[in-house]
């Protein structure tokens, strides 16, 4: 009894001492789904920098900020943006209160399952059916309907629900960024009241801190109460030269970091950059197939329509001194929910 | 010789004594320039109300949103709008690039010094005088305009900087709610960028929690550096009706208080009374000639075209239990520049 006991003793002592291994080296790497390449070194180099008083690159606390990208940069945006996904579902549930949708494009392509024919009509039918899907309720109804639509729809390839289709590496990122005194914000081409009702449990960002796309809306009063409608018509893309604009209205700031995967992600790069000062920009690039999707076209990979990282942001990157991520290199983890074999 | 020594020890005691005993009730009221009326009361019993643990109207910390309209709330706006007297210096300072205006209204009669003939134009005029000394250069270079003009340009009635003709009650109010885990922000009718380059320093109000009137901008690149160039044109009205889509559109949650002083306020207050629940309203009433202004016309004081606190606005404040702060009754103190008989 008494062997046995001490052998107990002894297998929990060292479990212990292992959990607590485990714990100290948690702690003392704050990004261990990075592999330990250049992105993870240069990330780490320049949040030591900037945080350390006396360094000629200290940056005071309140100037701090981090904006990030959303699709393709803190969550996949493949095979087609979520949002798309929401507004195609929106369709099918909102068809039997639109039997005139039956014969009229694009919803009628839509409905028959025939996205390319729908999508045929481009931007002008695009905007059709955003606004059919994104106008007309009040803003808190809309966040109810994100919300329901969340709990139900999976993506495709993953079977995950969209909000847990999210970077680990860069879950890790914002948190590391957020112990050292920076304030995160998302800056999306996505809808601004699409990301806010997720966005604060997923990547631990209050509604105030997203910037993006959004409809007009208006004040009244709806059965006596103060509400805000959501109207059929554009107020602001948040997009390329829009992403500038957009960081200055919301946030009155330069970023100290940028991140993002695109053409769209270029001129907030840029614009950070131009700051002058320590500054850190960085592309991730999805060449990744396996673990997610590979798409470029920059070094050859499948040219997309949305989100594509052209061969010409890549020369850019090498100009300006931009790190790239390669997901496949530089990622040892991709999302939150897969297996390890190492775990 | 020792006797004068113990003398002054005692006194040195005496006087670390008293600074001690200041230091400790000014500590134990964070609102010492309010007097000890009703609004001090209800400002006091709601923050703790909604700040205890357990209690019914606990409200969580990320949601203490507090909203502060500020021309005549945080700041005074008599004899008229501050962003109004800038931009009258401001075509003074930038006649002579423009002869043209000798001739041409409004500019004409505000050169001359008749600022009436100059706004009989009404908005039109104004928008001319606006766009023409508001647009045209970057960003960054309307920031430092607007921190040069300050250094200079004083309020007429107070020779002080405008910036430091700020109520030192809403200071003290400000420091109390951001101790108690709320987030402020300014939500103003007054131009966002005409109110960043100041308010962190007036206020402890960042860039990133000031919402405003805006015109847009443009992404561009000047001698080969990426800015933002402002275009003569609205972007944006932040008052009445504007004022919830602005806090809508920058910060995405429904503030639990909200402190105005005039009917552009309503909405704001009606707002944040909507999101049910733990909410506080407040508006400043403008009656105190001596130390400030008086207008209304609520409570028979004169009208004024900007600013007005009309009487209907005062009747919803009982109808709605909103809080009515009479300056002249329920501050000690306004300005933090005032000579106090008591200190």
């Not at 639109?98 to 399952?113: I, Q, R, V, Y």
């Not at 076209?297 to 020369?315: H, I, M, N, Q, R």
């Amino acid at each position: 009894m008494k062997t046995t006991h001490t052998k107990n003793l002894i297998a929990v002592a060292l479990v212990g001492a292992l959990a607590f291994t485990t714990t100290i080296a948690h702690a003392a790497d704050p990004l261990p789904s990075w592999n330990d390449t250049a992105p993870k070194k240069a990330i780490v180099a320049f949040v030591e920098k900037v945080t350390k008083e006396g360094s000629p690159d200290f940056v005071p606390v309140p100037e701090r900020i981090a904006t990030f990208d959303n699709d393709g940069t803190l969550w996949c945006e493949q095979p087609m943006p979520v949002q798309l996904f929401f507004a195609l579902d929106r369709v099918k549930a909102l068809a039997r209160q639109h039997p005139e949708w039956k014969t009229k494009e694009p919803f009628a392509s839509l409905l028959k399952g025939d996205l390319k024919t729908a999508l045929a009509g481009g931007e002008h039918a695009l905007l059709q059916i955003v606004m059919a899907t994104h106008a007309g309720m009040t803003t808190a109804e809309f966040e109810q309907i994100v919300k329901d639509w969340l709990v139900t729809a999976k993506h495709p390839k993953f079977k995950q629900p969209y909000n847990e289709c999210v970077y680990q590496p860069m879950i890790e990122l914002l948190a590391y960024l957020r112990a050292n005194g920076f304030k995160n914000f998302i800056v999306s081409g996505g809808g601004i009241e699409f990301m806010r009702p997720w966005a604060d449990k997923a990547y631990g960002i209050p509604p105030e801190q997203v910037v993006g796309s959004s409809i007009k809306t208006k004040f009244e009063m709806r059965d006596g109460k103060p509400v805000l409608v959501r109207l059929p018509e554009i107020n602001f893309i948040d997009d390329k030269a829009g992403k500038p604009v957009g960081i200055n209205q919301h946030i009155g700031r330069r970023p100290v970091m940028a991140f993002g995967n695109s053409d769209g992600d270029k001129q907030m790069l840029e614009y950070t950059q131009g700051g002058g000062g320590a500054r850190f920009m960085l592309l991730v690039l999805h060449d990744d197939a396996a673990r997610e999707y590979a798409y470029g076209p920059a070094k050859g990979l499948p040219d997309v329509k949305l989100g594509a990282f052209t061969s010409a942001l890549y020369e850019q990157t090498k100009k300006d001194g931009w790190t790239v991520v390669s997901m496949k290199d530089d990622w040892k983890q991709v999302f939150a929910f897969e297996q390890h074999s190492e775990q």
